[in-house]
T-cell receptor, first 114, second 110 residues
């Protein structure tokens, strides 16, 4: 029973490039959440998606960041024109239902911006 | 005031002792509470969830919730060196979004 899958596990980008992070939820889970953990800081909520819908994007920076969860395929977190401050661990979590059910985390993508 | 606050630690206990981790939350509308363990460089691992007042036990772990005091705790009995990690408390009000504390680092000394 595969868990939440994320790729790539490590991503290096130069300033100004684009970063695409992918997340495949656990089998049977249709709700996906993205969190960011900056070095030596706590986990911060970014966005909550269901298939083809963004439910809550209150934690997303206003510019350069976008997320999608298409009908087919993984959820994608896209960061355009990356800056050094984007360097962080990005975690995806999934749950079978949005309200009251546990969220299970993937291994994360460590983004380094040089 | 942070929405979810935890003792920053570090907390150090000898092997075999009880480790007590505490968490308070500010939003009275929070309904669901979770404890995650995170080893350095790894992702958070869910170890306990609690939704109603009282105690919930799972093996060596006991979660306690007091909604009137807006307080959540995690007790780890018979602590082992492998329990050494950062423990994250999370609260959820609305569907989906979880708010995390900054974590408490626990060290269990052999």
């Amino acid at each position: 029973n595969a868990g939440v899958m994320q790729n790539p596990r490590h991503l290096v980008r130069r300033r100004g490039q684009e970063a695409r992070l992918r997340c495949s939820p656990m089998k049977g889970h249709s709700h996906v959440y993205w969190y960011r953990q900056l070095p030596e800081e706590g986990l911060k909520f970014m966005v909550y998606l269901q298939k083809e819908n963004i439910i809550d994007e209150s934690g997303m920076p206003k510019e350069r960041f976008s997320a999608e969860f298409p009908k087919e395929g993984p959820s994608i977190l896209r960061i355009q024109q990356v800056v050094r401050g984007d360097s962080a661990a990005y975690f995806c979590a999934s749950s079978p239902l949005g309200d009251g059910y546990e969220q299970y985390f993937g291994p994360g993508t460590r983004l380094t911006v040089t | 005031q942070k929405e979810v606050e935890q003792n920053s630690g570090p907390l150090s206990v000898p092997e075999g002792a009880i480790a007590s981790l505490n968490c308070t939350y500010s939003d009275r509308g929070s309904q669901s509470f979770f404890w995650y363990r995170q080893y350095s460089g790894k992702s958070p691992e869910l170890i306990m969830s609690i939704y109603s007042n009282g105690d919930k036990e799972d093996g060596r772990f006991t979660a306690q919730l007091n909604k009137a005091s807006q307080y959540v705790s995690l007790l780890i009995r018979d602590s082992q060196p492998s329990d050494s990690a950062t423990y994250l408390c999370a609260a959820r009000k609305d569907a989906g979004k979880s708010t995390f504390g900054d974590g408490t680092t626990l060290t269990v000394k052999p």
